[in-house]
């Protein structure tokens, strides 16, 4: 028998962008059971977004879920994982845009052909066209992964075996939270160990919006955020998982070499080298060259390196559970 498919969608501050990715969803040739909506409190026109394409889709049931206060991804899906009546899950970030009408079946085939999957995820791509749009900051921001398809387990299109992700207790609120990411990589290594986690031949579009009001400080907190979440990995399962973890630890390597320069010139060049070789495209492509800033860029890249060095340090040393109320209401 064919799995059956709840899509759950988390809402935030995606009122540009929400419409789009529903009609994605909406237009899949595989059989959707029903979409739920969880909001997290949206401050801009998100819901009012979601009830208009409700009054106008009734093919598939969408539920609508509206939230008191806001409480990030863990909780939503958990929550819609709840709520939901079919056999599997998919999890969707509400700016993830399937870029045709099949990827939802090639998102569930995994799981056709072998019942021991219990979890398959897309390849996520980040397209030129919405990188474009972006101002300096924000287009910092999704450097690294402009124009490339990354196999990826984020949570950003992924299906789960409802009943193995119940058991495994869903998302883990108690380390993870909006405060902490990683709980994507946590929920996929749990589920390995009763059954199998495989990446798919779907496709997700990361169809982030632009905000014009992104500022250099918004890209510093995010680096914070992410180099915390991966401290947090780390302690949870280093040096269990070592060959995905190697590459965590090249800034902190990179930040004890350049010390040693000090000593001995030499050893400042790798740090030197290091932003043209972390963000080529910000050197290369003429929008972002061109920008006056660009100048700046390879100074605050090297400073990042101290700096998110210190925060994955910490996290990894010093951080317990999450610093978040996760009751649902």
Not at 15 to 40: F, G, K, M, W
Not at 163 to 188: C, P, R
Not at 267 to 283: C, E, N, Q, S
Request: hydrophobic share 45%; with cysteine.
């Amino acid at each position: 028998m064919k799995p059956t498919v709840s899509i759950i969608i988390p809402v935030y501050k995606v009122e540009r962008v929400l419409a789009d990715v529903l009609a994605s969803v909406y237009s899949q040739t595989y059989p959707i059971e029903e979409i739920i909506l969880v909001d997290n409190h949206s401050p801009d026109g998100s819901v009012a977004v979601a009830k208009r394409f409700v009054s106008t889709h009734k093919k598939i049931p969408i539920r609508i879920i509206e939230r008191k206060r806001t409480y990030g991804l863990c909780e939503s899906y958990n929550l819609g994982a709840k709520f939901a009546r079919t056999t599997h899950i998919v999890t969707i970030h509400s700016d993830g845009l399937l870029p045709t009408k099949y990827e939802l079946g090639k998102l569930i085939l995994p799981f056709i052909k072998d019942p021991t999957i219990v979890a398959a995820g897309p390849k996520l791509l980040h397209r030129m066209k919405e990188w474009l749009g972006y101002n300096f900051w924000q287009k910092c921001l999704f450097a690294g992964s402009v124009g490339k398809e990354i196999p990826s387990g984020n949570g950003k299109f992924d299906c789960f075996n409802r009943k193995e992700f119940l058991k495994a207790g869903g998302f883990d609120t108690k380390h993870f939270s909006h405060t902490l990411g990683s709980e994507d990589i946590d929920m996929h290594l749990r589920l390995r160990a009763v059954g199998r986690v495989v990446n798919s031949k779907a496709c997700v579009i990361h169809a982030h919006p632009a905000e014009q009001g992104y500022t250099m400080m918004n890209w510093i907190a995010r680096r914070k955020f992410l180099s915390l979440s991966y401290g947090r990995y780390l302690q949870l399962y280093f040096p269990g998982e070592w060959k995905r973890q190697i590459v965590f630890f090249i800034k902190p390597l990179l930040a004890l070499i350049s010390l040693l320069g000090f000593l001995y010139p030499l050893f400042f060049l790798p740090i030197f080298i290091f932003p043209f070789l972390y963000m080529p495209i910000m050197f290369r492509e003429p929008s972002a060259r061109s920008d006056p800033r660009i100048f700046l860029l390879p100074f605050i890249l090297i400073l990042l390196v101290f700096y998110e060095s210190f925060w994955m340090t910490y996290s990894f040393l010093f951080m317990r559970d999450a610093r978040y109320n996760t009751n649902i209401v």
